[in-house]
């Protein structure tokens, strides 16, 4: 069977004609077709012409994030973090009130918050204690009413890749819907390289990524997501005009211009995670620490509620983790700098002494 967009989506989303702002007409010369205010901004900033629209198809930003990911520019959409990608894939796919989507917890909380607010079911197909993928059992689960299966990796909270070869195989077998793959954290993945390569044989593929983790550019909320030109296509049609603002794009083309820092970055951030994690082997307290693949560890350890508490209201916040599907007495600890990391490590034995 092979796969069919057109199927999937929602047939008012399918015959929609989108707005179309006056950029999409011109964007030089004089300007008066906006209803902008010439003047300008109250205030002078970095950033001229705010009070212009931005281009609306981000194209030197997309073309840039296009030659990062070696994949054309009709592959990327961008948006307002990754999770309006998210919301949007679930707008355009599922029918309110009849339709599903598949989730593999633990995960990331957002599928499900999306889910609920677009009135779509969630079908859970838990990974094993390892966090691997369980694609027989899955592929099992899968109705003619599941059009989405979403699945993190590296991930959240997790901290692992799905093996390569499973998420194949899943797109292989999955015709009927789209498989989304969550690369949030996969440019701190050392043994497994982004599924954007398989693009071009999966048109039923859809890899989101973001700017949040190894760009260090949570603040700007710049997401991307990777499909086939027909995905890209249709999710541009239902955004909003100017859905990504001039401050968050000059900012994101920056950064994508230096590439070679965020590689700095991450190995820093990937050697402050040794430090930490042989730390953390050396107290009785912790129990596990499992594998990782991002920057951030999970980790096992006695009192975890209790101690995630005691480290927030004395300045150190971790996560607690203990109420996910296969993460009991769990905490996820972020990879900060190696002062952070000391300062949280200090508490942590401090309060693992007063708790033994």
């Known amino acids: 069977m092979t796969f069919d967009l057109r199927s999937l989506l929602r047939p008012n989303v399918r015959d929609l004609k989108p707005y179309r702002c006056a950029r999409d007409d011109y964007d030089t010369g004089i300007l008066l077709d906006a209803n902008e205010n010439s003047f300008g901004a109250p205030m002078k900033t970095e950033v001229p012409e705010l009070n212009r629209y931005p281009d609306p198809h981000q194209s030197e930003l997309r073309s840039l994030i296009a030659d990062f990911r070696g994949v054309q520019s009709e592959n990327v959409f961008v948006g307002v973090g990754s999770d309006e990608a998210i919301d949007l894939l679930m707008r355009v796919i599922g029918t309110p009130g009849t339709d599903k989507l598949m989730t593999t917890p633990p995960t990331y909380g957002m599928y499900k918050v999306c889910a609920n607010i677009n009135d779509l079911q969630v079908v859970s197909a838990p990974l094993t204690p390892t966090f691997e993928l369980r694609v ?5 689960a899968v109705t003619p009413e599941v059009k989405l299966i979403f699945v ?7 901290a692992v890749c799905c093996k390569r070869e499973n998420i194949i195989k899943l797109l292989k077998a999955y015709t009927t819907g789209l498989v989304v793959v969550d690369e949030a954290y996969i440019d701190f993945a050392k043994d497994q390289k982004s599924c954007c390569d398989l693009l071009a044989d999966y048109p039923n593929l859809v890899v ?7 760009f260090g550019l949570a603040g700007i909320r710049l997401g991307m997501l990777f499909g086939s030109e027909e995905i890209v296509s249709t999710l541009n049609k239902v955004k909003a005009p100017y859905n990504v603002n001039k401050l968050t794009s000059k900012v994101a083309i920056e950064g994508m211009k230096n590439i070679d820092q965020m590689k700095a970055h991450v190995r820093a951030t990937l050697e402050q995670r040794d430090v930490v994690t042989a730390a953390l082997q050396q107290m009785e307290t912790v129990r596990k620490i499992h594998p990782t693949d991002a920057n951030f560890l999970l980790v096992q350890i006695d009192h975890s509620l209790e101690v995630y508490k005691r480290m927030a ?8 983790r203990g109420d996910q599907t296969h993460c009991d007495d769990c905490v996820r600890i972020t990879i900060g700098t190696a002062d952070e ?16």
């Open 313 to 320: 209201d004395r300045g150190v916040v971790i996560r607690y």
């Open 152 to 158: 993190c990796s590296p991930g959240n909270p997790t």
């Open 341 to 356: 990391n000391e300062k949280m490590l200090s508490l942590l034995r401090e309060i693992a002494a007063e708790l033994s």
């Open 208 to 214: 989101l990524q973001t700017l949040s983790k190894s």
């Open 136 to 140: 027989d059992e899955m592929l099992a």
